[in-house]
Nanobody
Framework: QVQLVESGGGSVQPGGSLRLSCSTS????????MSWYRQAPGKEREFVAS????????NYSNSAKGRFTITADNAKNTVYLQMNNLEPEDTAVYYC??????????WGQGTQVTVSS
């Protein structure tokens, strides 16, 4: 059974940092592309960052470039999102996803990030 469990969310002041984790099980982690998405209240879910867990392709949204970093620990089957210089506009529920090729996308339950002074 595929499972993705996000953690690390919380409340932080503008300019602060958080590191999100997504612990996975039930699928061959190194064969999947891992991504982070977010959904703010009243808005559609949007792409944040993705990577292939062979350490290859990395991709970031324009809002994430230069502030967020996606990494993976294949030994732990875990993907991370380091978020620096957070802004109120980054407030959202953050989700990780796993997908192999054009197959089914698997989602976690999400973790709340709130940036506020």
């Amino acid at each position: 059974q595929v499972q993705l469990v996000e953690s690390g969310g919380g409340s932080v002041q503008p300019g602060g940092s958080l590191r999100l984790s997504c612990s996975t099980s039930g699928f061959p982690f190194s064969s999947y592309a891992m991504s982070w998405y977010r959904q703010a209240p009243g808005k559609e879910r949007e792409f944040v960052a993705s990577m292939t867990t062979d350490g290859g392709l990395l991709n970031y949204s324009n809002s994430a470039k230069g502030r967020f970093t996606i990494t993976a620990d294949n030994a732990k089957n875990t993907v991370y999102l380091q978020m620096n210089n957070l802004e109120p506009e980054d407030t959202a529920v953050y989700y990780c996803s796993a997908r192999r090729g054009l197959g089914t996308t698997h989602w976690g339950q999400g973790t709340q990030v709130t940036v506020s002074s």
